[in-house]
């Protein structure tokens, strides 16, 4: 009866938060002028579940975009992307959908659904969704290192009922985390747990809102997103390359749920600098911001956020065929060796484009290795790290993707 209500619980919340809220940068690079675009990026936490959600809000022309990543894995694994872009205030709406190896797509006039208030932006409707009489201030707390006022309302559904506590940045009024508890009682662990990023930039091509077409547009730019799970934390990676000239861009955004902390950065490396590469980095953590431009020889950039597509390392071997989310992949197995142990990752790759749909890490100690070879225990074992890949090609038509920012 317990599973069943947790069941019935979730399939509520999450059509809820669908109704609230449903790969292109934060780009810093228009040094003089006010960035016109709303950025926001939500890391959500569940039973079973992964979801990623980006949304950009042109305050301007007042288009919007919605994307959502999803990797499920309670039983069956099933991998989501889902992308819905408002053009003219609803007279264009352009919906995407790429589930178990099949995409649809589809254009018209609507309906949709968006939190976004009439006559507010992105970021004044959150504002907004917090200030009702239905939330109750407890005070301030500490939190990554910021201030925050933590906010608390009971929501009863016919079917059942739970609890919202919110933490909104005491700076900025935006929420930083937001927790749901099943019923009253929050003295438990949370059932589901969202973490917030908000940005403000440029795009002034319009690549953000504008709707995929392969016959007009030159998409030439590879892009890779990535979610990646823990026991203890979420992150999330975008990476951009333009293999025409070498130009890289990546992106990171990290939650460690038992310390609380949020961690965000942004790496650019331009092949055609003036005095070789240049390479950019800003890094956000604990409430701090830290910016630094280099230009020198040499590889200095992260690898290739895929294990399977990086050159250094072990070799990797093919163990077997099999059917993942709807696809044919060909899974390999590496092992590398480590001071106090080894790891083992295991990569399943699309047997169709050659690229990786998830890859898993184990980490054995030499510890364990004992007990195992001396005694005959074998932990059950799950990965101790697990990444999701979604890859995409995309435009940059003004060059604004790889330019490093001007202070």
């Known amino acids: 009866m317990i599973h069943k209500r947790t069941v ?31 950025q926001m990026v939500t890391l959500v936490k569940s039973p079973g579940q992964i979801l990623v959600k980006e949304s950009w809000y042109h305050t301007q022309s007042k288009d919007e975009r919605h994307d959502e990543l999803q ?11 889902r992308r819905m872009l408002v053009k003219e205030q609803g007279k264009k709406v352009y919906k995407m959908i790429q589930k178990q190896g099949k995409t649809t797509e589809e254009t018209g006039t609507g309906p949709y659904q968006t ?5 507010k932006t992105l970021f004044q409707s959150l504002l907004d969704a917090y200030q009702t009489s ?77 709707i995929p077409n392969s016959q007009t547009h030159n998409t030439n730019i590879e892009h890779v997103k990535r979610i990646s799970i823990s026991g203890s934390s979420i992150k999330f990676s975008k990476n951009w390359h333009n293999p025409q ?10 939650y460690g749920f038992k310390s609380n902390e ?48 990086s050159k250094k390392g072990p070799e990797w071997k093919r ?21 106090k142990g080894f790891s083992t990752k295991v990569a399943f790759v699309n047997e169709e484009t050659g690229l990786p749909m998830k890859e898993e890490h184990y980490w054995t100690y030499l510890d364990e290795e004992y007990y195992e070879q001396n005694f005959g225990i074998v932990p059950e074992r799950e990965p101790q790290l697990t990444s999701i890949y979604f890859f995409e090609n995309v435009q940059d038509p003004n060059g604004i993707l790889f330019k490093i920012p001007q202070k």
């Not at 979730?10 to 040094?31: E, H, N």
């Open 8 to 38: 019935l619980f979730l399939t509520i919340l999450s059509m809820f938060m669908w109704s609230v809220l449903g790969s292109i940068p934060s780009t810093f690079a228009t040094a003089h002028l006010e960035p016109v675009i709303e």
């Open 71 to 81: 990797y499920s894995y309670a039983g069956s694994e099933e991998i989501e992307m």
């Open 115 to 119: 939190s976004i208030l009439p006559g």
């Open 134 to 210: 239905e939330w109750t201030s407890t005070g301030t707390v500490g939190l990554d290192s910021k201030l925050a006022e933590k906010k608390i309302r009971v929501v009863r559904e016919s079917a059942a009922v739970y609890t919202e506590v919110v933490y909104l940045e005491k700076q900025t009024g935006l929420p930083m985390k937001k927790e749901y508890y099943q019923g009253s009682d929050i003295s438990k662990a949370p059932e589901i747990t969202e973490v917030y990023f908000f940005e403000k930039v440029h795009d002034p091509a319009g690549a953000v809102f504008t």
């Open 245 to 254: 000239n070498g130009d890289e861009r990546f992106e990171f955004f990290d």
């Open 262 to 309: 949020s961690m965000s950065s942004q790496w650019i490396v331009n092949q055609q600098g003036k005095k070789g590469k240049e390479f950019y980095q800003m890094r956000k953590e604990q409430g701090e911001i830290t910016e630094k431009t280099e230009s020198k020889p040499g590889e200095f950039i992260p690898p290739r956020l895929s294990s399977f597509q």
């Open 319 to 339: 163990t077997k065929i099999m059917n993942f989310d709807g696809k044919k992949v060909q899974v390999y197995k590496r092992v590398d060796t480590e001071p």
